[in-house]
Nanobody, 118 residues
Framework: QVQLVESGGGLVQAGGSLRLSCAAS????????MGWYRQAPGKQRELVAS???????NYADSVKGRFTMSRDNAKNTVYLQMNSLKPEDTAVYYC????????????WGQGTQVTVSS
């Protein structure tokens, strides 16, 4: 079973930057999809960015050009670099990993709060 722990959230002013980290308890093998989601108060959880192992990243239109998702396999960690932050980016951000194959699973981190002030 995979444990995910997010960190890096906080309070920033509009135009600022944050880097979120998601550390996994084990190395991820095989086919998997990693994603960053966010959920603002009163809104549904939405996919912000995703990364297919060995493949490419995809971003929600609202964050394209501002957010970058990356991974460090040696550290079992994925990142979300957030630049040019806007108040509408305020949300709890969650890391997610979907595992496929013989031992499928869907894992979520506990979330980290990002608050962007005007």
């Amino acid at each position: 079973q995979v444990q995910l722990v997010e960190s890096g959230g906080g309070l920033v002013q509009a135009g600022g930057s944050l880097r979120l980290s998601c550390a996994a308890s084990a190395t991820i093998f095989g086919i998997n999809v990693m994603g960053w989601y966010r959920q603002a108060p009163g809104k549904q959880r939405e996919l912000v960015a995703s990364l297919i192992s060995g493949g490419s990243t995809n971003y929600a239109d609202s964050v394209k050009g501002r957010f970058t998702m990356s991974r460090d396999n040696a550290k079992n960690t994925v990142y979300l670099q957030m630049n040019s932050l806007k108040p509408e980016d305020t949300a709890v951000y969650y890391c997610n990993v979907v595992l496929w194959g013989s031992r499928p699973g869907n894992y979520w981190g506990q979330g980290t709060q990002v608050t962007v002030s005007s």
